[in-house]
């Protein structure tokens, strides 16, 4: 079975090529490079003692797309290409639409063109928009409340008609939670450029001494301790969700969604306890506002992908925190 994975060389692409590989996957990668270096693929490949093809191109390109297909005969495609930046895409939201709408189109045309009908797609739970309850089940309302959330909830939109129009196609929306940590080995982690707007990598930050203390964005949330509670999970049991929807997908399921979450939220001030616990630092913070957009709470009901996939999460937040320390450490300048 071949796969094609855009976005291959991020942060949950490294770790999921990882992953199929050492499922005996064959893996062809297509990444632009915009968010990411090619030594994560170096190190995917040290890892797995296995080989991948990989294609620096971009899916705004479709010739660059159809070059790929021409070559490999494609079983399946996991979609992680995207611009991800939540802030980013308010000051610039034209490019988030252009790279993420418009290199889907691109793909989804190709693949038609080819009669490559299964895809993953990530999306995010950005896409329950601020929920009426927790935690958050598949068939709650979606809204969105960003540039960046739009394209995702467009892109799941899109997704639907295809499915609609041509019942041939699988596809499998995975929403994914707040993923963190890193592989066992620290060969491969999340290598933001610039200054994290993420807290995890942020916290990171500032245990290694790059940045002096964390902006807790407001303690005067509903929520036990007042800070913002989320769903962290582990990148590598999120990587095992897309292991365990493949073989799904190769049933002709038609549309699938599946919340990849671990079911229990964390807060700030737990994370900071947490990689605190890790890195034996002590990590300065400061209470300051909170930060537009942002929600008091949000967590995952994941029994639906335990109960169709089954897949659940194995890995706790002392894992978390270990594992996003000993990359950071390892690799103080993440692959640079
Ligand atoms: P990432 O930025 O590390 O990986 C995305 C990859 O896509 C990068 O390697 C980038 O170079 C590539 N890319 C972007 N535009 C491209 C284009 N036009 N053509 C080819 N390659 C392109 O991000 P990630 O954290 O690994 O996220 C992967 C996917 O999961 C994204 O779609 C993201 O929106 C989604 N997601 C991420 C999170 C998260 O917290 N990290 C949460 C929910 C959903
Ligand atoms: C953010 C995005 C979301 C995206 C996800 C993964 C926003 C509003 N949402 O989610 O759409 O899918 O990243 O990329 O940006 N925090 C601090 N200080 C910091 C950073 C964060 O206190 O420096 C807090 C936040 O207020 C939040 C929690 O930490 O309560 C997690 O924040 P973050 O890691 O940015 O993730 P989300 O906001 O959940």
Redesign the pocket.
Known sequence: MKILVTGGAGYIGSHTCVELLNENYDIVVLDNLSNSSKESLNRVKNITKKSLDFYKADLLDKKQIIAVFSEHKIDAVIHFAGL????ESVSIPLRYFHNNITGTLNLLAVMDEFNVKNIVFSS???VYGDPASLPIKEDFPLSA??P??RT?LMIEEILQDVYISDKNWNIALLR?F???GAHKSGEIGEDPFGI?????P??SQVAIGHLPW?????ND?NTPDG????DYIHVVDLALGHIKTLPKLFTNPGLLIYNLGTGSGY??LE?IKGLEAASNKKIPYKI?D??????DA?FADPAKAKEELGWETKKTLTDMCKDAWNWQKKNPKGYR
């Open positions: 991800k930046a939540v802030g995010s739970a950005t409340t960003n960046y959330g995702k994914y707040n993923p963190v994290p707007n993420n807290l995890m942020y916290i964390l902006s807790v964005f407001g949330y800070t913002g509670v989320r807060s700030v994370m300051v909170r930060r537009p957009g942002d929600i949000c």
